[in-house]
């Protein structure tokens, strides 16, 4: 099942160019706090820039590292777009691999149970019981 599930996210992150949406975004983060640390001079150093874009990105904002040049703000905004874009595609794509491995976990416990009723006749009584009793709780839900 651990194995069907990791093939099953491999696919959707290969399917969907989610891996690759998200290296470029990364190149684009930090190019973007490059450009940011080399234009503003409110910023003084690559790490300030780094965590002034991480807190406009994350909304948090702290306020001890503020951009006050015009074509830096202009950037955050693009760069906040652009996030906001990538947390779109990737909340949908990990809810359809959540869905798709729901979808596996209930078609595995359907052919497991199609399976046991094939072979009722060679069913133990424990295993018969066993059987009765997941076909109860399946008519209640």
């Given at each position: 099942?651990?194995?069907?599930?990791?093939?099953?996210?491999?696919?959707?992150?290969?399917?969907?160019?989610?891996?690759?949406?998200?290296?470029?975004?990364?190149?684009?983060?930090?190019?973007?706090?490059?450009?940011?640390?080399?234009?503003?001079?409110?910023?003084?150093?690559?790490?300030?820039?780094?965590?002034?874009?991480?807190?406009?990105?994350?909304?948090?904002?702290?306020?001890?590292?503020?951009?006050?040049?015009?074509?830096?703000?202009?950037?955050?905004?693009?760069?906040?777009?652009?996030?906001?874009?990538?947390?779109?595609?990737?909340t949908a794509v990990l809810t359809g691999y959540f869905m798709d491995a729901a979808k596996l976990k209930v078609n595995?416990?359907?052919?497991?149970?199609?399976?046991?009723?094939?072979?009722?006749?060679?069913?133990?009584?424990?295993?018969?019981?066993?059987?009765?009793?997941?076909?109860?709780?399946?008519?209640?839900?």
């Amino acid at each position: 099942m651990k194995k069907k599930k990791r093939k099953l996210l491999l696919q959707a992150l290969k399917t969907s160019g989610l891996d690759k949406i998200i290296g470029s975004f990364l190149i684009f983060y930090l190019l973007a706090a490059l450009i940011i640390w080399l234009i503003d001079p409110n910023i003084t150093n690559y790490f300030d820039s780094l965590w002034y874009s991480f807190a406009a990105l994350s909304t948090i904002g702290f306020g001890d590292v503020t951009a006050t040049v015009f074509i830096t703000r202009i950037i955050t905004v693009l760069l906040w777009i652009y996030a906001a874009i990538v947390i779109a595609i990737m909340t949908a794509v990990l809810t359809g691999y959540f869905m798709d491995a729901a979808k596996l976990k209930v078609n595995e416990s359907v052919q497991e149970f199609l399976s046991q009723l094939e072979h009722l006749p060679e069913l133990s009584r424990e295993e018969l019981e066993a059987l009765s009793e997941r076909v109860k709780t399946f008519n209640k839900k």
